[in-house]
């Protein structure tokens, strides 16, 4: 997905179809849907909560990352983000040298004069209702947890972050491997200290092809509190519907056949969300046109808007979007925010 600070789109390697050929008849398999997390009120977006824990997150919500350097994208400060925004990623949290635990500095690029600065504006988001939670990862991401003691360290150090800037959760944005049982054994760790957690993940495309994937069986181990799964739909080529046809990135089918197959296989409606670019020049490939997407949400939601590719039922709950960047959002006119975000805001 999202890469290093140093890398001027969120470009990453590009995946075929044939690589998850091998997972094509688990796509078919339905699963038992788990129980949702907790919402917002129907009719408001959002509600007006400052701690803009998992209870706040607006039942249809536009997740965005900002990025904590500058690529070449507008360079924002979080009070700058569009209000459209319900989730506000940071992206990226940084690797110590001991395994499994984070830490987190702020770029003298973003224009900070003080970590207190950058808190203050993180509390002011939460007091309008915007959850901030902190990106793990990257395309260059060299976080690893493999073991229960870098688990427990990768838990201990997210709480702490936590508690110090006052985050409300953590993304998921590892892209060079991720063990399922000691993640989901940190995570689980998180949310006992922080019940109330948002946790996100933003697995790429190849990775969600199948339940039997690592990241599937993370979003699965973490179910009953997980928030939302904001899958990669871009920088991966052609891949494999539910349906267990091929369908191109940049699509309607594209968005709906890959949706269905985390849909079909234990994730609540409202634990998927669909991540795309924010414009052209912010991955490798597959930019949508907002338009696209809005159909693709409508197909999904109403069955209305679908492509060739028809789900054989509506997901109303679906919980929304995901777009890389903020910052490439407002380089591009905000048209996410406006075009995206108000589609979401306005589904049933």
Same mark, same amino acid.
């Given at each position: 997905?999202?890469?290093?600070?140093?890398?001027?789109?969120?470009?990453?390697?590009?995946?075929?179809?044939?690589?998850?050929?091998?997972?094509?008849?688990? *796509?078919?398999?339905?699963?038992?849907? =788990?129980?949702?997390?907790?919402?917002?009120?129907?009719?408001?977006?959002?509600?007006?909560?400052?701690?803009?824990?998992?209870?706040?997150?607006?039942?249809?919500?536009?997740?965005?990352?900002?990025?904590?350097?500058?690529?070449?994208?507008?360079?924002?400060?979080?009070?700058?983000?569009?209000?459209?925004?319900?989730?506000?990623?940071?992206?990226?949290?940084?690797?110590?040298?001991?395994?499994?635990?984070?830490?987190?500095?702020?770029?003298?690029?973003? +224009?900070?004069? =003080?970590?207190?600065?950058?808190?203050?504006?993180?509390?002011?988001?939460?007091?309008?209702?915007?959850?901030?939670? !902190?990106?793990?990862?990257?395309?260059? +991401?060299?976080?690893?947890?493999?073991?229960?003691?870098?688990?427990?360290?990768?838990?201990?150090?997210? /709480?702490? *972050?936590?508690?110090?800037?006052?985050?409300?959760?953590?993304?998921?944005?590892?892209?060079?491997?991720? #063990?399922? @049982?000691?993640?989901?054994?940190?995570?689980?760790?998180?949310?006992?200290?922080?019940?109330?957690?948002?946790? @996100?993940?933003?697995?790429? &495309?190849?990775?969600?092809?199948?339940?039997? /994937?690592?990241?599937?069986?993370?979003?699965?181990?973490?179910?009953?509190? !997980? @928030?939302?799964? #904001?899958?990669?739909?871009?920088?991966? +080529?052609?891949?494999?519907?539910?349906?267990?046809?091929?369908?191109?990135?940049? &699509?309607?089918?594209?968005?709906?056949?890959?949706?269905?197959?985390?849909?079909?296989?234990?994730?609540?409606?409202?634990?998927?969300?669909?991540?795309?670019?924010?414009?052209?020049?912010?991955?490798?490939?597959?930019?949508?046109?907002? =338009?696209?997407?809005?159909?693709?949400?409508?197909?999904?939601?109403?069955? =209305?808007?679908?492509? @060739?590719?028809?789900?054989?039922?509506?997901?109303?709950?679906?919980?929304?979007?995901?777009?890389?960047?903020?910052?490439?959002?407002?380089? #591009?006119?905000?048209?996410?925010?406006?075009?995206?975000?108000?589609?979401?805001?306005? !589904?049933?």
């Amino acid at each position: 997905m999202v890469g290093a600070r140093s890398r001027k789109t969120r470009s990453g390697t590009t995946r075929k179809a044939l690589l998850a050929a091998a997972a094509a008849t688990a *796509l078919l398999s339905g699963g038992a849907l =788990s129980a949702g997390t907790a919402q917002a009120a129907p009719g408001s977006h959002r509600q007006s909560a400052p701690a803009a824990g998992a209870s706040a997150v607006a039942k249809h919500a536009v997740t965005g990352y900002w990025q904590n350097f500058d690529n070449g994208a507008t360079v924002q400060k979080l009070k700058d983000v569009d209000d459209a925004y319900d989730i506000i990623a940071v992206a990226f949290a940084d690797a110590t040298g001991k395994p499994g635990e984070i830490t987190f500095h702020l770029d003298p690029a973003v +224009g900070y004069s =003080s970590a207190d600065d950058f808190k203050a504006d993180i509390k002011a988001k939460q007091s309008a209702g915007t959850s901030v939670i !902190l990106s793990v990862g990257g395309e260059k +991401g060299s976080v690893s947890v493999s073991d229960s003691a870098s688990a427990d360290a990768f838990a201990a150090s997210v /709480n702490q *972050l936590m508690d110090e800037y006052g985050f409300n959760g953590v993304d998921i944005d590892l892209e060079n491997g991720l #063990n399922s @049982t000691y993640m989901t054994q940190a995570l689980k760790a998180v949310h006992a200290q922080h019940p109330d957690v948002v946790v @996100t993940m933003a697995p790429q &495309t190849i990775d969600m092809q199948s339940p039997q /994937n690592e990241y599937f069986k993370t979003a699965l181990g973490i179910k009953d509190f !997980l @928030t939302v799964v #904001n899958m990669q739909y871009y920088n991966s +080529g052609s891949m494999l519907g539910c349906d267990g046809k091929v369908y191109s990135q940049g &699509t309607v089918d594209f968005l709906t056949g890959l949706a269905c197959i985390q849909l079909e296989n234990g994730l609540d409606p409202s634990q998927v969300g669909l991540g795309v670019p924010a414009s052209s020049s912010a991955a490798g490939g597959g930019y949508t046109a907002p =338009s696209v997407v809005n159909d693709a949400l409508d197909c999904l939601t109403k069955g =209305s808007g679908c492509g @060739t590719f028809k789900p054989s039922k509506t997901y109303p709950g679906l919980r929304g979007v995901m777009t890389w960047s903020t910052n490439w959002d407002s380089a #591009n006119g905000n048209a996410f925010a406006s075009q995206v975000g108000g589609h979401v805001h306005g !589904l049933p």
